[in-house]
């Protein structure tokens, strides 16, 4: 296949000596190293050799084909490439399987990261770490961030800000904005179920519904609670304030990203949403009076 788009690759593997066709998984598996490790080496060059400070970033995540886990391993630093305009930058250095997910081979997986050859980076040059708050990253006495604290002590641990946000709100945005489309549909579905003589274009596959008593109580439930003044006013305000949180989320993960600028945009969405409140309630008013 890729040797359809390469000419090169074509006539190797037309016309070279079946021992020299580099297509072994082996093989393969080298040539795949030593890309990885001539990026590595491309990527960190400015920290190394300018032996700027640095922050980790590691987060780790399961296989579900190999039900391994993994964790991957980043930089950030101020890149020092142009003098006259420095900027963040950040890199993904490392993937590595976690025979055990403890703080202990955590660190240990960081530390190895940062020994490659590709990187040979001093962990003492650690300024910042940041990772999720499960206790096994951020424990002060026995965590990951306590023990890279041993080695650099002045690696600041932050908990992700943006894992933070949404830890509290943004993921449920999602749900929202889901329900908000699909109301109509389930309110006239609820309906259907209760008074079905008043939907005959709605028919099963066996051609009518016979819904028991049981399920015709719960419908009826559903439908009071979803129809409600206070499930209404409290749905569209909580889902215009998440719509004023979401539209952070996804600046704050933007590598190029300062505080300054975080802590203005974080300021304006706090600015903001007791006017959307003030907004919402008067317009809820206005629905209830009519």
Request: aromatic share 8%.
């Given at each position: ?57 590691a987060d780790e995540v ?144 066996e051609g009518s519904w ?17 129809t409600s003044f206070q ?60």
């Amino acid at each position: 296949m890729m040797g359809k788009f390469s000419s090169t690759l074509h006539n190797n593997l037309l016309f070279a000596k079946r021992n020299a066709l580099y297509t072994s998984k082996t093989i393969q598996n080298d040539i795949i190293n030593v890309y990885a490790c001539k990026i590595r080496e491309s990527l960190t060059k400015n920290v190394r050799e300018k032996n700027l400070p640095l922050t980790v970033i590691a987060d780790e995540v399961t296989d579900p084909h190999a039900n391994q886990e993994i964790i991957s391993v980043c930089l950030r630093f101020v890149d020092l490439t142009s003098p006259k305009e420095p900027h963040i930058k950040e890199c993904l250095i490392n993937f590595v399987n976690l025979e055990r997910a403890n703080a202990s081979a955590i660190c240990a997986k960081i530390l190895d990261s940062l020994s490659l050859p590709s990187v040979s980076l001093d962990p003492a040059k650690i300024r910042g770490q940041a990772y999720d708050g499960a206790a096994v990253m951020s424990l002060d006495i026995a965590g990951v961030q306590a023990k890279l604290k041993e080695i650099s002590p002045l690696a600041l641990y932050t908990h992700c800000y943006s894992h933070c946000l949404n830890l509290s709100v943004v993921e449920r945005h999602t749900c929202y904005a889901i329900f908000h489309e699909m109301y109509e549909v389930l309110v006239t579905f609820l309906n259907a179920i209760l008074s079905p003589q008043d939907y005959p274009e709605l028919v099963s596959q066996e051609g009518s519904w016979n819904w028991n008593s049981d399920t015709k109580t719960k419908a009826q439930g559903l439908k009071n609670s979803l129809t409600s003044f206070q499930t209404i006013a409290t749905f569209i305000i909580t889902k215009n304030v998440l719509d004023e949180v979401k539209s952070i989320a996804s600046k704050l993960q933007k590598c190029e990203q300062d505080v300054y600028e975080v802590y203005t945009m974080v300021n304006t969405v706090i600015e903001n949403i007791p006017l959307e409140r003030i907004s919402i309630w008067f317009s809820v008013l206005g629905m209830k009076k009519y």
